[in-house]
């Protein structure tokens, strides 16, 4: 049975990106029309423009966050590394650091596998870091052919900055391989070319109390950690948004540092902080000053594949810990 749901996901991710992939440019696209996983957006300053990508690798931009261009072709990876020709991209994001831009982002080669565990073969999967000087790219590799170890399947890393200026890789390693997925770090380069030394486990998924699975007739913890995002509150507060599930349920949770370090130790807050299905959030703030939560919304449609859309929440977080206060229209807004 869980082969089966493994080879599902599988699937219905290969449709989402094939899907994203036949799609012409096109204007005024309303933001809850575009379907996509794992929405990511850039509040890019200079330009005045919001930038945002996702699971797919693809690129949409917008002046108010209502209407949208897009979807952009931004991705030139290299076709003779590891990746192959035409790798999957999950949970791409773009982050502006010192004087450029910074494509983090997922890459599955589904030519290569990497390992088996308990009879599922396990594709050589990797998050990775490209670079370009302009927010809609083209991203290209830099010096480091891998960041993190190729017997890992590791996904969905983003960029952290600690008060002492040194930045990191926040990932998973994926639980198809440990069983028990995993939030770790790493340090990267000062220019983010390429890791430093060896990855650090920062949390596991069992440490949740809220993520729950059913596995031979007996309530679990689910296995599952997806999408971290890393913040402070305006207090100073270190704070952590990450995804798993409650049954069938994709669910938004998240954590606070004790120490206020990237090193915790990290407290799992007893509940998840959005309603059911909805999940891989991240937050940023409007032109305006408004802070706002990404994330995906997550049904399952009548043919059995996954219908996501991006979605926005106003958030609170003048206190230790953040407050979701509403969801945010950005047509009403207007």
């Known amino acids: 049975m869980k082969t089966v749901k493994f080879i599902f996901i599988f ?9 994203a992939q036949k799609q012409e440019v096109r204007d005024s696209i309303l933001l809850d029309s575009i379907r996509l996983s794992d ?11 919001y930038y945002m990508t996702g699971t ?9 966050l209502a209407y949208w261009t897009g979807p952009f072709n931004i991705v ?4 003779a590394s590891w990746m192959g020709k035409d790798p999957m991209i999950w949970a791409a994001e773009i982050h502006q650091y010192k004087d450029q831009y910074y494509y983090f982002a997922t890459f599955t080669n589904q030519e290569v596998f990497i390992d088996t565990v308990k009879g599922r073969p396990i594709n050589r999967r990797a998050s990775h870091v490209l670079v370009s ?3 809609d790219g083209p991203y290209k590799p830099m010096a ?6 190729p017997e890992k399947p590791t996904l969905d890393g983003t960029l952290w900055v600690s008060n002492d200026h040194t930045p990191y890789m926040i990932y998973c390693h994926e639980w198809l391989q440990n069983l028990d997925g995993t939030m770790e770090k790493i340090e990267l380069k000062p220019d983010l070319s390429g890791s430093i ?5 920062l949390f596991r998924a069992s440490d949740s109390p809220w993520s729950r699975d059913k596995r031979d007739g007996k309530i679990m913890p689910n296995m599952v950690t997806d999408g971290p995002f890393v913040f402070r509150t305006q207090t100073g507060k270190l704070g952590m948004l990450w995804t798993s599930w409650i049954y069938g349920d994709y669910t938004q949770g998240i ?3 004790e120490s206020g370090t990237i090193d915790g130790p990290w407290i799992q807050e007893k509940e998840p902080i959005t309603p059911p299905n909805f999940g891989h959030g991240m937050l940023f703030k409007t032109f305006d000053g408004q802070l706002l939560m990404s994330l995906h919304s997550h049904r399952v449609g009548a043919n059995g594949n996954y219908i996501r859309h991006p979605k926005l929440f106003k958030i609170d977080d003048s206190g230790d810990k953040i407050v979701v206060e509403k969801s945010f229209d950005p047509i009403e807004e207007k």
Do not use: N, R
């Open 255 to 257: 954590a606070y540092s």
């Open 197 to 201: 030394g060896e990855g650090e486990i």
């Open 11 to 19: 699937l219905v991710v290969c449709s989402t990106v094939a899907f």
């Open 76 to 79: 030139e990876h290299d076709t």
């Open 133 to 135: 000087d302009k927010p």
């Open 56 to 64: 797919g690798g693809k690129l949409w931009k917008s002046k108010d």
């Open 39 to 49: 929405p990511f957006i850039l509040a890019d300053k200079p330009s005045k423009t």
């Open 144 to 149: 480091d052919a891998t960041y993190l170890p």
